[in-house]
């Protein structure tokens, strides 16, 4: 689970230096004003929000999981 949530949070970063870089490109030689830059920003922040959210579940149901296996093993069976 830890590197699913690892894959999803790369490849959210990818997307948003896309389109950060589109919104440059935009700003640059659109000729647009920096509003139109601020939009592809805001834009590119949500798969990187996404991303890293997934990353945070993921990684902590993998230590959650990790942690409840381990202490099934240190346990006693005693009554």
Do not use: C
Not at 6 to 20: D, E, L, P, R, S
Not at 24 to 40: E, I, K, P
Not at 46 to 62: D, E, H, M, Y
């Amino acid at each position: 689970m830890k590197n699913f949530g690892k894959t999803i949070y790369w490849f959210g970063g990818v997307v948003a230096a896309t389109f950060v870089g589109i919104g440059l490109a935009d700003y640059w030689f659109g000729h647009h004003d920096f509003t139109a830059f601020l939009s592809w920003a805001v834009l590119a922040a949500i798969p990187w929000l996404v991303g890293r959210a997934s990353l945070f579940v993921l990684t902590g149901l993998a230590d959650r999981r990790h942690r409840i296996a381990l202490r099934s093993k240190t346990e006693s069976l005693q009554w």
